[in-house]
């Protein structure tokens, strides 16, 4: 059995947008026949797709970077370049991607569509794009713009209409074994259940549901101790909870107690959890003597809960808990999906073009720093004015000449970029 893995930290990458291309129609009998130089193609996005044959993130703690390819570069004669792929990430239905840094949901990976969270560059224009009556033979292009990239943290938390939640020992995976296909490993110790179980309840030919079994709760697991902290999370998407509770008190503890003390963890990691509807299933009633029955009844029933006693082993009292289940679902809204927080687009525009750099002073030379500025730096032609013209463009849209000149920057002051100097000229 693989190990159960719920979160994990990767690096994703899309690909860079091809460059434009710089070229001139050449054709026998044809005089001046003008830039036809392509586009480039798109970069490949990178998308998050819900497999349903995975249940755990156990491949992302291997491998942790994930690229995209490049578009590729326009041709001659007008010709685009090839848009690259997209690449696409599979992970357990129900996984959350965050951005890392920030913690900002990019996708909630729970239907059947790819989502895609880092997106292709878009290529650059050829040449052929700049010509105009007045420059008819423009030596250059635009670059492609680079892809979106992200350090993000994948979490699981399970796609389940009812989480079972109770102290280790009370039943729980008894329970979804026998109203559902699902085999948890069952024994008579504490905390077998090391991973969280999920299992389809059919109750008719019309109607089914997803029951999961949320392992290792016990008292301080909201805080951190026992496991129960780190499966709390897979219970935060159920639209109802069953509460099994040992009512017999076989372990030695008292059921009233126990409800308490689990209602408590709940309400400590998310009060919106604790206000989830709940059913009180109590376990192991052929135990229990009539008085701990009426008992745990009177003081279930009177905070407004229902109450049905079960032996799960046998099946006592289960189909009626499931119908139970069955006909408080149907009240009850759909499953809760994370929305992702967009950014809109024009500040996405801006955080992979614009206004991310820096500039200092050494020794007289004023430094420019921006990764940026490498795919604009790349595809200038030095010896061609207009091509220069069309990098100054860029710096000064940029605010980098407004940033230099806020500096001090005087006439004939030297401005490395990149490993390029030249001499200011305001």
């Known amino acids: 059995m693989s190990a159960f893995v719920d979160k994990a930290r990767i690096s994703i990458r899309a690909g860079d947008g091809g460059a434009g291309a710089v070229s001139f129609h050449r054709e026998k009998y044809v005089a001046a026949g003008g830039p036809d130089g392509g586009d480039g193609g798109k970069g490949g996005d990178v998308a998050f797709v819900a497999d349903t044959n995975l249940s755990s993130l156990i491949n992302f703690k291997y491998k942790k970077r994930y690229f995209a390819e490049n578009g590729q570069p326009g041709g001659t004669k007008k010709c685009s370049g090839k848009s690259a792929p997209m690449l696409v990430i599979r992970v357990p239905r129900g996984t959350v991607v965050r951005e890392a840094d920030t913690g900002r949901i990019l996708a909630d990976v729970s239907g059947p569509e790819p989502v895609v969270v880092a997106r292709g560059g878009k290529g650059g ?14 030596r250059f292009s635009k670059p492609g713009l680079p892809g979106e990239k992200y350090e993000v943290e994948l979490e ?48 008719d030919d019309n109607q089914s549901f997803v029951m999961a079994d949320i392992p290792g709760l016990i008292e301080g697991a909201s805080g951190g101790v026992g496991l129960g902290h780190e499966f709390l999370r897979h219970v935060d998407r159920c639209r109802l909870i069953v509460h ?8 030695g503890r008292d059921p009233v107690e126990d409800f308490e003390i689990i209602c408590r963890e709940l309400e400590n990691w998310d009060p919106d959890l ?17 008085q701990q029955l009426e008992e745990f009844r009177a003081y279930v029933e ?14 006592e009292g289960t189909q009626e808990l499931v119908y139970a289940i069955a006909r408080r679902l149907r009240d009850l809204p759909p499953i809760a999906e994370y929305q992702p927080e967009i950014v809109p687009e024009e500040q996405r525009l801006a955080a992979v073009r614009r206004n991310e750099f820096e500039v200092r002073v050494e020794d007289g030379v004023y430094i420019v720093e921006a ?34 000149e806020e500096m001090g920057i005087q006439e004939g002051d030297t401005v490395s970029i990149l490993g390029f100097e030249f001499d200011y000229v305001p």
């Not at 399970?158 to 948890?184: C, E, H, M, Q, R």
Request: proline share 6%; hydrophobic share 45%; charged share 15%.
């Open 125 to 138: 224009w050829g040449n052929s794009h700049f010509a105009t009556p007045t420059r008819q033979i423009p």
């Open 156 to 203: 699981l938390k399970l796609l389940a209409d009812v989480g079972l939640v109770g102290f280790p020992n009370v039943g729980k995976s008894t329970l979804i074994s026998v109203v559902s296909s699902a085999k948890p490993e069952i024994a008579n110790y504490h905390f077998t259940t090391l991973v969280p179980v999920l299992g389809v309840v059919r109750v």
């Open 244 to 251: 099994v509770v040992d009512v017999s008190g076989s372990e």
């Open 274 to 290: 604790a206000a989830r509807p709940m059913i009180v299933a109590a376990n192991k009633c052929d135990m229990a003597t009539p």
């Open 302 to 315: 009177g905070k407004g809960l229902e109450l049905y006693e079960i032996c799960a082993p046998i099946s």
């Open 371 to 404: 990764d940026w500025l490498m795919y604009a730096l790349g595809m200038v032609n030095m010896d061609d004015y207009e091509s220069l013209q069309y990098f100054q463009r860029v710096l000064r849209q940029s605010g980098i000449i407004d940033r230099l």
